[in-house]
């Protein structure tokens, strides 16, 4: 086209004017020649466009060839790997961890960082190994060590070179799982008998995995046994070394007293049919114990739960662990509750955590708690052993709820409990972080697996309770592996008992006719409590005695029990012999033993197993369909008392709601009352407490206790009530308990309340009162139906019964819905003791 214009113009030059008039008199001509020189150009360029487009679509179809080729190699590398290791879910998911987590990241240490807790498995009988005994020579471990475990242990050593330097373990390590097992050994691979019961077998191999996981999780068998020892007390000796060369034939004797009789508790769990195979734990306390910040199965009672498991199923027992912590509450109300709480079955373990809202050197709130677990939770269906064993979960500076436990073990009113205090335990190995040249490098270098990411909570991020006064998981976990790892001694102590027993049904049966595995059980005596309420004006200006002590001996003796005046209780063997078989009371080191009344509770919070408040009502509620997470207004109260939750229980519900509760059982509910309200009336049942002493020397004496009659005076048969509130700060326009309530008792009203100061408040606000039966108040017979939930073994719902009537009121004009109703959440009542009336 340019050579075209150049001879145009060349013509042009050429021919002169003619060629310009030639142009200029054909003008249409010539545009229409030049418009459609640029159609064929625009032509030439849509051609050259569509040939690029050509070129582009060829090269995307290559590349995704290439892909293709290279995705289908990659499987067929899989599906190779697959053919040779047969495990191709494992290598498919460890390459889309590699590709997730990066190349170094395995896929065993995805899995180990995670929250759960293996299962430890059942070892074959060719692999169980005898833990090496503390005196063997470090060339004889090294010998009998695989070269497999020898690596293990030298690559363990090589990472974990910070940990903290370990003094050599104290005599009283040999009574812990591994001291024990070498006292008490597994058969070793090359001794091992045929005629060995396979139960035994597949025990020692889930008792040697326990231990193993423990050292593995802990920084190695030494540190995690140091750290056992700082972090749990234990109140018994440890014994003298065996003086057999034969560890296996060491006596039974040289068992330290409490891992002895917590043995006996899980061989009373075998031989007792009540028992129905089954040991039973369960634990006590507040958010700690709840698990709040952390999912409710990932708290210490489950964790020990899914530990323990197969070591009991091993030798036969169901484990049952049953978490009945509720979070914001004090150690009392609930101590009178414990029955209400942990149930009837024969409890075998119960837990104390309380800690936070207890001073460091106040011994009160848990000396009640223990006088009401030994006398409400002792016998029934668990007779031979007593109260509960204790596991206390306490800060390590409370010396002296230490030296007060020691002393209920030295007067035989305790047998086996421990105190776990984690702060003691994991400081030296948390204080490695505090170097910040170690703050920069990768934890997993510093500290072992069971350290790693601390404060991270098993909940999801954001979660309530994720609070710095709260355990985050591996906390928990920790919590949970010192309270297996005591049990697991105990447990191979039965163990051993089990193995020797089963070699002769004669042996067996003699032991069963001689009660030498089931201890009948003693009167329910107590010693003088440690801590003591008095009041220095015992007595007035008339030199009567004075409202404030009389209000004093009602506390004292709903907390610590009153002292049992009586001579009729034997001290020594009778010569009856028609008593014989009974159980003979020892012999006292205080001359005057305490016993506690019985106590009986009502209450509306959860989770309860039996005595529900609602099952004592007759009538005054209102809205009791009604969703409790429903605002309720002025026109419900004027009908009746509401069962509701307050405020703040609501709001912390709503902000669990979008993570499903996280598991959560436990709850704050109550009856919520103003003066439009009315009577709120209820009947307490005057109820035979079978773990009273007095049923004991009954027992011993062989005549039947009294039973009260209707239109007999209460106070022969009832000494004091108590009311608690929810404990929950609404303002100062609040219900007063002490002030805004009418309490009228057997059809008298009662004007000595006052408020209980030991052990029964949080955060500063105290919420029960308690008041004495007044004079003039009358047993009735009730013949109003009631709930079915009144015993978990008795229904009294459908006789007739003998029992005080209780009307509470709001008098007060001025407490409102909008400043806080005032709320009825327990309701305890103490029978009489006849020969301490």
Not at 10 to 33: F, I, L, W
Request: aromatic residues 8%.
């Amino acid at each position: 086209m340019d050579g075209y214009h150049a001879a145009r113009r060349r013509k042009r030059a050429e021919g002169g004017g003619r060629a310009t008039g030639m142009v200029n008199s054909h003008t249409p001509q010539g545009s229409t020649r030049r418009n459609s020189t640029r159609r064929m150009d625009d032509r030439k360029g849509h051609s050259k466009s569509t040939a690029n487009k050509g070129y582009g679509f060829a090269l995307m179809l290559k590349l995704c060839l290439t892909l293709f080729l290279v995705g289908s190699m990659s499987y067929v590398v899989l599906m190779v790997e697959y053919a040779f290791h047969g495990d191709g879910k494992s290598l498919r998911r460890g390459f889309h961890n590699r590709r997730r987590y990066g190349k170094e990241q395995q896929p065993q240490d995805y899995i180990r960082s995670s929250a759960t807790i293996p299962k430890p498995p059942a070892a074959p009988a060719a692999a169980i190994q005898a833990a090496p005994p503390a005196t063997k020579k470090k060339e004889e471990d090294e010998r009998k060590t695989p070269t497999k475990l020898k690596d293990e242990a030298s690559k363990e050593e090589a990472v974990f070179e910070h940990l903290p330097k370990v003094t050599p373990l104290d005599q009283k390590a040999n009574t812990d799982a591994y001291g024990l097992a070498s006292t008490h050994p597994c058969p070793s691979s090359a001794s091992i008998e045929s005629d060995l019961p396979s139960w035994f077998l597949n025990f020692c191999g889930s008792a040697q995995s326990a231990r193993n996981e423990f050292a593995s999780r802990y920084g190695g068998e030494e540190q995690a046994r140091a750290m056992l020892l700082r972090g749990s007390t234990t109140f018994s000796t440890p014994p003298p070394p065996p003086s057999s060369s034969n560890a296996n034939d060491a006596p039974i004797g040289t068992v330290p007293s409490d891992v002895r009789h917590t043995a006996n508790r899980i061989l009373n769990a075998i031989e007792n049919p009540q028992k129905q195979k089954t040991f039973r734990m369960a634990f006590g306390g507040y958010s700690v114990t709840v698990g709040r910040g952390n999912y409710f199965h990932q708290s210490f009672p489950f964790v020990v739960e899914r530990l323990l498991q197969p070591l009991f199923t091993e030798l036969g027992l169901h484990l049952r662990v049953r978490n009945a912590a509720i979070g914001g509450i004090p150690a009392f109300p609930y101590g009178w509750c414990l029955p209400n709480f942990f149930g009837r079955e024969g409890v075998d373990v119960i837990s104390w955590d309380y800690s936070m809202n207890e001073g460091n050197q106040d011994v009160g709130g848990l000396e009640a708690y223990v006088r009401h677990a030994v006398a409400g939770l002792s016998g029934g269906v668990d007779d031979a052993m007593g109260a509960p064993m204790l596991i206390v979960k306490d800060t390590h500076k409370a010396r002296n709820r230490r030296e007060m436990l020691q002393r209920y073990v030295n007067e035989g009113t305790l047998k086996d409990p421990i105190v776990i205090h984690t702060d003691p335990a994991v400081d030296p190995f948390l204080n490695i972080l505090q170097d910040k040249q170690k703050q920069q490098q990768d934890e997993t270098k510093l500290l072992p697996l069971g350290f790693q990411q601390w404060r991270k909570f098993g909940g999801p991020p954001g979660a309530p309770g994720q609070a710095k006064h709260h355990p985050a998981l591996k906390e928990h976990e920790l919590i949970a592996w010192m309270i297996a790892m005591h049990m697991l001694a105990a447990m191979e102590v039965a163990a051993v008992d089990m193995l020797n027993e089963s070699a002769s049904e004669e042996l067996s049966k003699a032991k069963h006719q001689k009660n030498t595995l089931k201890h009948p059980s003693d009167p329910i005596l107590l010693p003088k409590p440690t801590h003591t309420i008095t009041d220095d004006s015992s007595k007035d200006h008339d030199g009567e005695e004075s409202s404030s002590s009389s209000h004093k001996q009602i506390e004292s003796s709903l907390l610590f029990g009153v002292p049992f005046k009586t001579n009729k209780i034997p001290t020594t063997e009778s010569d009856d012999e028609d008593t014989d078989d009974l159980p003979k009371i020892p012999q006292q080191t205080d001359p005057i033993p305490w016993i506690m009344n019985p106590i009986h509770c009502r209450t509306s919070f959860d989770p309860t197993q039996y005595g529900t408040l609602n099952s004592i009502i007759t009538s005054g509620t209102s809205a009791d369909n009604i969703d409790l997470m429903l605002p309720k207004g002025a026109m419900f109260y004027n009908n009746g008392w509401v069962l509701d939750y307050g405020e703040g229980e609501k709001k912390a519900k709503r902000s669990l709601q979008k993570y499903d509760g996280l598991g959560y059982i436990d709850s704050k509910k109550a009856y919520y009352g103003t003066k439009p309200s009315g009577n709120l009336t209820m009947f307490l049942p005057y109820e035979q407490h079978h773990n009273h002493p007095r049923d004991t020397v009954k027992r011993l004496n062989q005549f039947p206790a009294p039973m009260p009659k209707d239109g007999d005076q209460a106070t022969t048969w009832f000494k004091s009530i108590v009311i608690c509130e929810v404990n929950e700060k609404r303002g100062d326009d609040e219900c007063n308990i002490a002030r805004d309530f009418t309490f009228v008792v057997g059809g008298t009203r009662s004007d000595r309340v006052h408020i209980i100061d030991t052990s029964a408040s949080y955060l500063g606000k105290k919420i029960c009162v308690a008041f004495p039966i007044p004079r003039g108040a009358l047993l009735t017979t009730n013949t109003t139906p009631t709930n079915t939930d009144t015993d978990a073994t008795t229904d009294q719902s459908t006789v007739p019964q003998i029992g005080l009537s209780l009307d509470v009121a709001v008098h007060n004009p001025n407490v409102l819905v909008d400043n806080g109703a005032c709320s009825v959440s327990h309701v305890i009542w103490e029978q009489v003791t006849h020969e301490n009336n």
